[in-house]
Nanobody, 126 residues
Framework: QLPVVESGGGLVQSGGSLRLSCASS????????VGWFRQAPGKEREGLAC????????TYAESVKGRFSISREYAEKTVSLQMNDLNPADTAVYFC???????????????????WGQGTQVTVSS
């Protein structure tokens, strides 16, 4: 069983929205830095957005800034990624990852994240 689980992926038309959720039955995500990544066919995995464990500060990749928003739901112990104005270039498998490092900021590189999910497919049709 993987430590984190993503949900909310699916098929959406260009210009549409999806909300992904990251949850864990093993980790209390409220205490972890959490990042969202994606990997399109034939491409390297790309960091999209992250939220720090201490201050809740966020960081976004330029490719999604202004369209995607990461947030914590403390009561549910989950982290969501709201994706708006989707386009076919956003088609990929989206991964959630958790970092046990307590920091006031977060990174979009993979190395701090030791707990990964299996990913959820997002397909945007034109």
């Amino acid at each position: 069983q993987l430590p984190v689980v993503e949900s909310g992926g699916g098929l959406v038309q260009s210009g549409g929205s999806l909300r992904l959720s990251c949850a864990s039955s093993e980790l209390i995500l409220n205490y972890y830095g959490v990042g969202w990544f994606r990997q399109a066919p034939g491409k390297e995995r790309e960091g999209l957005a992250c939220i720090s464990s201490v201050s809740g500060s966020t960081t976004y990749a330029e490719s999604v800034k202004g369209r995607f928003s990461i947030s914590r739901e403390y009561a549910e112990k989950t982290v969501s990624l709201q994706m708006n104005d989707l386009n076919p270039a956003d088609t990929a498998v989206y991964f959630c990852a958790a970092s046990p490092v307590s920091l006031d900021s977060c990174e979009l590189t993979e190395s701090p994240y030791g707990h990964w999910g299996q990913g959820t497919q997002v397909t945007v049709s034109s």
